[in-house]
């Protein structure tokens, strides 16, 4: 079982950057490819950014490609999204992601585990 708890939301202005933290449980975090998701009012959850379970490997929608990274510190059970540029557009709750094995993926239905969710917003 892995628990997810997010951190770092909050209110910015376009251009500005924010960065989130994903807090997480169990002993093997390595073994858990994870991934960012959001979801804005009246629209579906949408894929973000994932990474292996290792950090070995990155892959980002192209929505936010050149403007958020993705990282972890296996030894913290943390993962990082950092966001810059950050657009109106950008407004939305965001999920972190866990899945049960180390291969990242684009597919939420492929994620186990999830966090509450922390809002972003961003004023033009």
């Known amino acids: 079982q892995v628990q997810l708890v997010e951190s770092g939301g909050g209110l910015v202005q376009a251009g500005d950057s924010l960065r989130l933290s994903c807090a997480g449980s169990?002993?093997?975090?390595?073994?858990?490819?994870m991934g960012w998701f959001r979801q804005a009012p009246g629209k579906e959850r949408e894929f973000v950014i994932a990474?292996?379970?290792?950090?070995?490997?990155?892959y980002s929608a192209d929505s936010v490609k050149g403007r958020f990274t993705i990282s972890r510190d296996n030894a913290k059970n943390t993962m990082y999204l950092q966001m810059n540029n950050l657009k109106p557009e950008d407004t939305a709750v965001y999920y972190c992601?866990?899945?049960?094995?180390?291969?990242?993926?684009?597919?939420?239905?492929?994620?186990?585990?999830w966090g509450q969710g922390t809002q972003v917003t961003v004023s033009s």
């Open positions: 992601a866990a899945r049960g094995n180390p291969v990242r993926s684009t597919k939420k239905s492929e994620y186990n585990y």
């Open positions: 169990g002993r093997t975090f390595s073994s858990n490819a």
């Open positions: 990474i292996s379970g290792l950090g070995t490997t990155t």
